[in-house]
């Protein structure tokens, strides 16, 4: 190339360039990159830095491996290279050998699939070898993201799952099934996390494991001890994975090295402090276990759901096996492709195991050893092993269609399988390969050591002929017909993906209002038309519905969080509580899980901290010592109702009056009912507790609470009984995103009103209309006079006419207070999509957003809350105003 | 006109040099103006504006720009000259704005919309100085002569400010209820 000697940085710079522009199969800048890596390698400026060049001599040779085609010749390992010239110039420019930058350096060139020779590059191996563990982050688990992503996701779960179990078995330590569950969860994040090479997380959970395999077989007391750790164990876990998300999502500089150590031997003098019953690793690992529970769990209907579970991922693992086997023909010596093939077996096996799945265990499991042999070396590829594989995965596809079959369709639909040829034939081979001596053993003997081996046939007369293994009987005992669950295909789908599908068929929706409404279009009259349109509407309605349901998820996991809270909090405070849920699958909109936690925590906060006593005040009333908070979820009309009641004292009303009095919220003269006192407490900046207390009452709690509630377009309430306890009322709309609004017309201007709010709509009539002096008005409506609001007045435009007689009132209700909107007409009824005004118009008050209306112009949606207080504000109605706020 | 504070224009911290580029240019009564090219989305005509209450006065309302809602700003009582009716070469021309919250659309309603120019820096001046309370020159960011005429080049982020919505709910209803 150049003919003068060029810097270094020069070199490494048209490298770095080059590596930009490569296309994977241009081998032709792959010829120019090993001249100029050669460049860099000869270099007078490498050559004072050993490291340097053998970081070149690596680079070349990895671009050697690439052009013959040992190296994976696709864009990523571009990005790995990428990134190792990177890091070989930041080495130029830094001009000293630091530690990390070989690591990270090393790091990517393995990444592109290529092995480093400690043996070629000493001194680049050494260094990084010198801090290995503490430096270089073991990032094999980022080979396979998908996977990886799978497993945070199901993790975090798991873990979440653990937790409320956890509290569950605080209350009911006997409880079989909670201890099972957790310990199942556990299992599954062992075995995932040492699917995708995750150590730390692996040794992790297979030592809480074994602590809780000891609890259910009885070798150890649940106790608070065991909770605690669990816990501890269950946070530390989380850190953890979300550290890996983090790496993954962000890269390595992310990356974090946990301690486990000291938590282990924790476990450890957890685990002994128990019983002093101390099992080996192998006796308490959990394939052991797994026989040891066959008396507890002994059919696989116990769990339907992870049942459903397994049957969906199995699918897909077997459709993989199928993919990758029929690739491996082609390239019988790939390992990799030989290692997709052996995990997802692996991970069958794994499953089924603790399913009691035992003739899917068995087949997967025989089979896995088969792809071990082959994997390390021991036998080579052949065609009779890949028959076999495609043969097993057939059987064991049209093993779990059926247990899908008797999930949905009960026990009658059970079909005995019979594998035992399968399993004989996969013996053969292996033992083929062996060049074993024993190479006809008889078959029932045969058969026998191997379902000794899997732990699965108990006994060894088990044959050919014999055709219904075990799982039969137990299972079709354990039926009945409540347990029959529906097996539901699920896919996970990118949020973004699904709000704009969402937001499309809004439009859509309205689009199709536009048409339908079209006058020329109505003008033409064909019925073949005017059929095909009002199918149309229909298809779109049910669209709309379709997508609206997708954004909808239970309330369940917000509700969970709730029980470690309040968990956390009694222990905190001494106090003794209970916590009850219910309806926690009711579903409410995925966009409103996020905003309703905050309100829900403080309004649990408030239920613990203020609303339940501490025992022995609760003795002295004569309640029980443990007190009771319920949180309960139902859908009532289109609202969804979340409820937090508790058995304490109840609000303390007078101090509440006294406090307001004080802050001059009311006066003397503004006779309020105990309930519109009560609702006091949701004033910014009130709070009455004597004493603050680090959990709750800065007077900030309850201000929170409602207006989070009103962002969502709810109503927050609470009622009380003194000595008998509170209650927290949310009602929240089933959906963000679609209104039921009324149309109503003012002047040239359409506004909408909120049906949930109307309650009626009518023509004034002068003997009810009173005037107090010439500014309030109000309405007389069956004895009750009902304030006027002239929207023209308070948005500015022109009415029709000024003689409220002449114009239309829309009574509405918020917070318990009645207003008649006074308009000119009522245009009609329409479901309307919501949609804000933008950043730039946000937060007008009286205003709820804007949607587009029929004829494709801008509505304006009101909002009742807003246009209330804003009356009172500009005092177009001083009558008969209760609530002044 | 009111102070209002925008992002910072990475055009107004530097020299005139940073300033040179394509400019939108358009009419209000008898002066021309130019649009920085990369913040304008589009250009249509005027269409039925929802009027918003609770706005400042140059805030005209919003329309629909297919399914999205966004707020139009009539330029003329912005920069506190008397609104005229619209006629055929009236446009609303949609720029692009960056907020905290991430990034705006709003239309400004023009006079008439003339021609995409090619400023050079040497054709740019810094806004003239006007006696302290007259005028604020904040919104402009400079000054282009181009054949003997002068196009006012702005600064759109501060032009469109951070809201246009009357804080100050109190002044509009004593308004109200005093009239």
Known sequence: MASAERSLSVILDDIALKIMMVEPGDLSIIGELLELADECINSDESKKQPVSVEMAQSFKSVLEQL???????????????????????????????????????????????????SGKFPVLVADQGAAPKDEEPDTRFLQDRELLHGFIDESVEHLESIENLILELEKNPDDPESINAVFRAFHTIKGTS?????????????????????????????????????????????????????????????????????????????????????????????????????????????????????????????????????????????????????RPFHTIKGVSGFLNLKTINTLAHTTENLLDDVRNGIRPMSTEIIDVVLDVGDRLRSMVQNISDVLEQGPEAYQPFDISDSVKMIKALQEEGDGAPDISPPPAEEQAKESSETVVEPTPSVSVTVPPPKISQPSKAAFSPKRKVKVQAEIKVNVEK?????????????????????????DIGEPKLLKDLSQLARITTELQKTAMSMRMVPIRQTFQKMTRLVRDLSKKTGKNVDLIMRGEETEIDRNMVDSIYDPLVHMMRNSVDHGIQVPEERRKNGKSE??????????????????????????????IRTRALERGLITDNDHLTDHEVNNLIFLPGFSTVDKITDVSGRGVGMDVVKKGVEKLRGIVELNSTPGEGSQFLIRLPLTLAIIDGIIVRIGSERYIIPTVAIQESLR??????????????AL?????????????????????????????????????????????????????????????????????????????????????????????????????????? | MEAVEGTENVESGGGMKDLEGKYL?????????????????????????????????????????????????????????????????????????????????????????????????????????????????????????????VKILLNIDKVIGKEGVLSQFEEMAGQKASG
């Open chain 1, 626 to 655: 443990k007190g009771t908070v319920t949180l309960s979820a139902y859908q009532k009309g289109g609202n969804i109702v979340i409820d937090i009641q508790d058995d304490g004292d109840g609000v303390a009303t007078e101090k």
């Open chain 1, 764 to 777: 004034p009539k002068q003997e009810n209309y009173n005037s107090v002096h010439s500014r309030g008005e």
């Open chain 1, 194 to 342: 040492a699917l995708v090479d995750l150590d730390t997380v692996n040794q992790l959970a297979h030592r809480i494991e074994n602590l809780l395999d000891a609890v259910r077989n009885g070798h150890r007391k649940m106790d608070s001890g065991v909770a605690d750790m669990v816990l501890r164990v269950s946070d530390l876990l989380l850190t953890m994975i979300q550290n890996v998300k983090d790496v993954a999502e962000k890269g390595l500089e992310y990356y974090q090295r946990f301690d486990i150590s000291v938590l282990i031997e924790q476990i450890d003098l957890v685990e002994g402090g128990g019983a002093g019953m101390e099992d080996g690793e192998e006796e308490t690992s959990p394939t052991g276990n797994i026989s040891l529970g066959e008396g507890e769990v002994p059919d696989f209907m116990q769990d339907p759901e992870l049942l459903s579970g397994f049957i969906s991922e199995a699918y897909e693992h077997l459709e993989s096996i199928e993919v990758h086997v029929l690739e491996l023909e082609q390239d019988s010596d790939n390992l990799d492709i030989i290692n997709n093939i052996f």
């Open chain 2, 25 to 149: 240019t358009f009419t209000l009564a008898s002066e021309e103006y130019g649009v920085g090219i990369l913040q304008v989305r589009e250009i249509i005509g005027v269409m039925e504006i929802t009027a918003v209450p609770q706005t400042a006065s140059y805030i005209k309302g919003v329309i629909n720009l297919r399914g999205q809602i966004i707020p139009i700003l009539e330029l003329r009582i912005k920069f506190g000259m008397e609104p005229q009716g619209y006629d055929d070469r009236t446009c609303i021309i949609v720029v692009e704005v960056q907020q905290e919250t991430g990034s705006v659309q709003v239309g400004m309603l023009v006079d008439s919309v003339s021609e995409v120019l090619n400023i050079l820096e040497e054709q740019i001046e810094p806004p003239p100085v006007f006696g302290s309370t007259t005028l604020d020159t904040d919104n402009i960011l400079g000054m282009a002569k181009i054949k003997g005429k």
């Open chain 1, 67 to 117: 052009i013959m085609g040992e190296v994976s010749d696709s864009a990523e390992s571009y990005d790995h290279l990428g990134q190792c010239v990177s890091l070989m110039q930041e080495m130029e420019r830094s001009g000293c050998e630091d530690e990390s930058i070989t690591g990270r350096f090393c790091d990517h060139l393995r990444q592109t699939g290529y092995k480093i020779d």
């Open chain 1, 498 to 522: 699904l709000d704009s599908l969402v937001n499309a068929v809004g439009e859509l929706v309205i689009m199709q209002a536009m048409v339908h409404q079209n006058p020329l279009i109505n």
């Open chain 1, 780 to 885: 007389l409506i069956r004895d009750q006079l009902v304030p006027i609001i002239r929207l023209n007045r308070l948005f500015g435009v022109a009415a029709d006419s000024s003689d409220p007689c002449e114009g239309i009132v829309v009574v509405v209700e918020n917070e318990d207070r009645q207003r008649a909107l006074l308009v000119d007409e009522l245009l009609g009824k329409q479901e309307v999509v919501i949609k804000s005004l933008g950043g730039y118009m946000k937060d007008i008050k009286g205003l709820a957003g804007g949607t587009i209306l029929a004829d494709g112009r801008v509505g304006l949606i009101l909002d009742l809350a807003g246009i209330i207080s804003a009356s009172e504000e500009m005092g177009m109605t001083d009558f008969p105003d209760k609530m002044g706020d």
